[in-house]
C-alpha cells in the first residue's frame, strides 16, 4: 500500500483529473476515475491508475453492476504521475502492464523531467514535452495542459 500522496503529487493528481474531468463534460460518454479507483486486470493483478478512462462502447460490454467493487475491466485510457515514492522504471513497467491488459492508451507524466510518455500497444513510448500533450482515440479530443500541471511542482 503507497502512502498518501505529498503536496505537489496530490496537486498534479488534482489538476490532472480536473482536465480529465472537464474534457468529459463536453460529451458526457463513457467513465472518468481518479486515483483512489483500482481495477481487477485480465492478468489478475488490481492497479490503480492516477487518471482513467474508459469509453461508452466499453462499459456497453460490462455487466450490471461490474463497476462495483475492483472492476474487472482494463481502462481504455490511464494517466499515471511520477511522484517522490515512485521510479521511473517502477512506472514504466507499470505502463506496459496497463498496455499489455488492454488499455489503448497510457501517458507516463514525468514532472521533474517535464515530459509525458506515451504508450500505445505494439510501439515503442513516445517522449513528449512542450506545453501539452494531445489524446487520441480513444480521448481523441483531450488536451492535458502540461503547463498547469507544471504550476504545482513550482516553489
Known amino acids: 500500500m503507497h502512502p498518501p500522496a505529498g503536496g505537489w503529487t496530490s496537486g498534479g493528481n488534482f489538476e ?3 482536465q480529465l474531468g472537464a474534457w468529459w463534460i ?3 460518454r463513457g467513465k472518468a476515475f481518479d486515483s483512489s479507483g483500482g481495477f481487477s486486470l485480465p492478468d489478475g493483478s488490481i492497479l490503480s ?3 482513467s478512462y474508459l469509453t461508452e462502447k466499453h462499459l456497453k460490454t ?3 453492476g461490474a463497476l462495483r467493487g475492483f472492476p474487472k475491466v482494463c481502462p481504455d485510457f490511464v494517466i499515471e504521475l511520477l511522484s517522490d515514492s515512485d521510479t521511473v522504471e517502477e512506472l514504466k513497467k507499470k505502463m506496459m502492464d496497463w498496455i499489455s491488459n488492454g488499455a ?3 501517458w507516463l507524466v514525468d514532472p521533474s523531467e517535464r515530459q509525458v510518455f506515451v504508450y500505445r500497444p505494439g510501439q515503442q513510448p513516445e517522449r513528449v514535452t512542450g506545453r501539452k500533450v494531445s489524446g487520441e482515440c480513444p480521448v481523441e479530443g483531450f488536451e492535458l495542459n502540461l503547463a498547469r500541471v507544471w504550476k504545482w511542482y513550482e516553489e
Do not use: C, M, S, V
Request: proline share 13%.
Open 16 to 18: 490532472i483529473n480536473r
Open 26 to 28: 463536453t460529451h458526457e
Open 49 to 51: 491508475p492516477d487518471a
Open 62 to 64: 460490462l455487466p450490471k
Open 104 to 106: 489503448l492508451l497510457a
